[in-house]
């Protein structure tokens, strides 16, 4: 199981002020529908060209293309999905985690968003057809966005600065800086503890 800001394998759907519009969309779901359909996208990409595959592969993942090679997204893809379906353990996820399932996730969203009101009652038929408020879904489950923040501007802000702003998530200045993750990056982290306290 993945840890998130909220849980997303909560099961209730009660009618809560923080849910708002978009209390109708099951975020595992979402998530469990762009880690599936991103194994089908690899799939795809082993069978083109080295240069057809790398264009396509920059293009469908605008922001992870940045740092890792489609063989190491691949991976990443690979055990994020393994990790949302494991019912025994909790894992956490870096910046570099964050930003592939970012890219997953609004190409989904994309796709969705292009398809016209049948299509999309067959994608998510929970949603009846109505839009994907991303930046919700993004403000509800993420615990931030800055893996999209440039360089240079995050390069510049001094240290005592980037922990006010919380700007110190593990990995985050290596995908900032778009340098290939270490071994130990890659992995999933078992977290020993329950992330979420009981209500």
């Not at 999905?81 to 399932?101: I, P, R, S």
């Not at 609004?106 to 968003?113: A, C, I, L």
């Not at 398809?115 to 403000?139: N, Y």
Request: charged share 25%.
């Amino acid at each position: 199981m993945l840890v998130f800001k909220k849980n997303i394998y909560e099961t209730s759907h009660s009618k809560h002020p923080e849910n708002g519009t978009q209390q109708n969309l099951d975020p595992r779901d979402f998530i469990f529908r762009s880690l599936t359909t991103d194994r089908e996208i690899f799939y795809g990409l082993q069978q083109l060209s080295q240069t057809e595959s790398q264009d396509r592969f920059k293009t469908l993942f605008p922001h992870v293309s940045r740092f890792g090679s489609i063989s190491l997204i691949n991976n990443f893809s690979r055990s994020l999905l393994e990790g949302l379906v494991d019912k025994k353990n909790w894992y956490t996820m870096n910046a570099y985690h964050m930003t592939y399932l970012f890219d997953s996730l609004h190409g989904t969203f994309e796709d969705y968003s292009y398809s016209d009101t049948a299509q999309r009652k067959e994608i998510f038929p929970e949603l009846q057809g109505e839009i994907i408020d991303f930046d919700h879904f993004l403000e509800n489950y993420f615990f931030g966005t800055a893996f999209l923040m440039d360089a240079e501007r995050f390069n510049n802000i001094p240290p005592e600065e980037k922990k006010d702003l919380k700007l110190t998530a593990p990995c985050l200045f290596g995908v900032i800086n778009r340098l290939i993750p270490a071994e130990e990056e890659v992995v999933l982290k078992i977290t020993p503890n329950p992330p979420y306290s009981p209500e």
